[in-house]
C-alpha cells in the first residue's frame, strides 16, 4: 500500500514537472488569447518605463518586487509560448547573481527571509522557462537551492513553539515569511523529491495551522507578538491570503491529501467575502480619493491573483477552478475599467476608478493579474 501509493505521488508528480516545463496541458483550454495580448502590453511597457537594462534592477523597485517582476515576465512567456522576455533574466541583477557561483547570498540577501524567498520562487520559473526552450537552467535552480538552505536554517522552535524568523535579527514571526516557506519546502519538492523539502513542508503547515495567524474571519492577519505569540491583529494583507494557498496545493500533492485544498480555500473564499468591494480586490490602503498603500503594497493584490493561478495549477480540478474563474475575470475586468491607462501603465487602485499611483510595483501587479484571467479566468 505504502509502495504503491508512493508509485502514484511519483507519477502525478512527473505529470507536474512536465507540465511545469511549459508544454500545453492536452486537457487544458486554450488560454485566453486577448488577456495575454494585454499582458505582453503590460510587460512592455513595464520594461520600457521601469526596467534598467544597466542595473538590471527596476528604477524605483526593491529586491523582492524585482523577483516578482522576473517569475512574471517567465510565468507570461511560458503561457503564451512566446521569447519576448527571453534575454532578461541573464542580465538582471537577480539573474547574474544566479548565474554566478561566488555570490554571496548571505550578504546579497541582507537577512531579509521573506525577501529571499520570492528570489527562489523567480529563480525557479526562470529555470523552468530556460529548460521548456532547451536551454541550460541549472545555475538557476542551483542558487535557489542554496538560498532555500539558509532559511531553512532560519526555522527556531524556541520562541513561539516554531516558525522562520522575517529576518536575520530575529524578533519578529509573520505569516509572509512562514506561507513561503510552506510553499518553497512543498513545491520544491514537487520539482525535485527531495524529503528534506516535504518534511519542512509538513513541518510548516503543522506550525503555522496552530499559530493563530489565521483569525476567525479565515484571513492571515500579518504576524506573531513575539513576547506573547498571539496574533498581532494587524493588517490583512491580500497576498496572505493566496501564498498560504498556492503552499497548501503543492503540499495536498505532494501528501495526496485533498482536505489541504479545503484549508487553501478557507483564505481564499475569506478574501472574497472580506478584502473586496463589489467582487474587486481592495487593499486595506486602497482609496478612489487617493492610496496611502506604499510601493510594497501597490504588489499585492496582483501576487494575491497570482497564487491563485499557482493553487489551481496543483489542485487541478474543475470544481475548485470554476469556484475562483470568475473572481479572477473581474479583476482584469476592474483593472481594464478603472486602472489601466492607454500607455498600459496599471496603477494599484482596482477597485474604482481614481486614486491610484503608478509604479513597478502596481505594474507588476496589474501583468500578474491578466495572466492568472488568462490561465483561469473566463475567457
Ligand atoms: C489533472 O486532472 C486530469 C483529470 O481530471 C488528469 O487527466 C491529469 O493527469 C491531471 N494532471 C496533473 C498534472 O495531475
Ligand atoms: C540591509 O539591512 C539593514 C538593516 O535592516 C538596512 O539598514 C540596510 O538598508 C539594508 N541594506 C540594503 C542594501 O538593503
Ligand atoms: C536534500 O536537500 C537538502 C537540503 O537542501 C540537502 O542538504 C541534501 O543534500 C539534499 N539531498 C539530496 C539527496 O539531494
Known sequence: MFAFARLLAFVSVAALLWSEGGVARPQRRAQCAATLSTAKDVANRLQ??????LTGQYNDGELWTDSNALEDLHNLMLADGSDDFGDVADQSYIGKAALNSGTNWNDLLNGSNDDAQWIILALWK?????????QDGSAYVSSAGTIYDIIAGEWDDGTCG????WSTKHDYKNSITNELFLLTSAYGYLRNQNQTYLDNANKEW???SQSGLRNSDGLYNDG???????NNGQTTWTYNQAVVAAGLGALGVANQDTSLFD???VSLDATVNHL???????ESCDDSSGTSCNADQSIFKGIWTKHVQYYLDQANDSARTAKYSAFLGAQADAINTNAITADKDVGNVWYASGGGQENPQASTAGLEAFVADAKYGPC
Not at 516554531?162 to 524568523?165: Q, R, S
Open 162 to 165: 516554531g516558525g522562520v524568523w
Open 126 to 134: 526562470v529555470a523552468d522557462y530556460k529548460a521548456a526552450k532547451g
Open 224 to 230: 506573531l507578538v513575539t513576547n506573547t505569540c498571539q
Open 263 to 265: 484549508e487553501a480555500e
Open 276 to 282: 473586496a468591494s463589489g467582487g474587486v480586490l481592495k
Open 206 to 208: 503543522n506550525w503555522l
Open 48 to 53: 520600457s518605463r521601469y526596467y534598467n537594462t
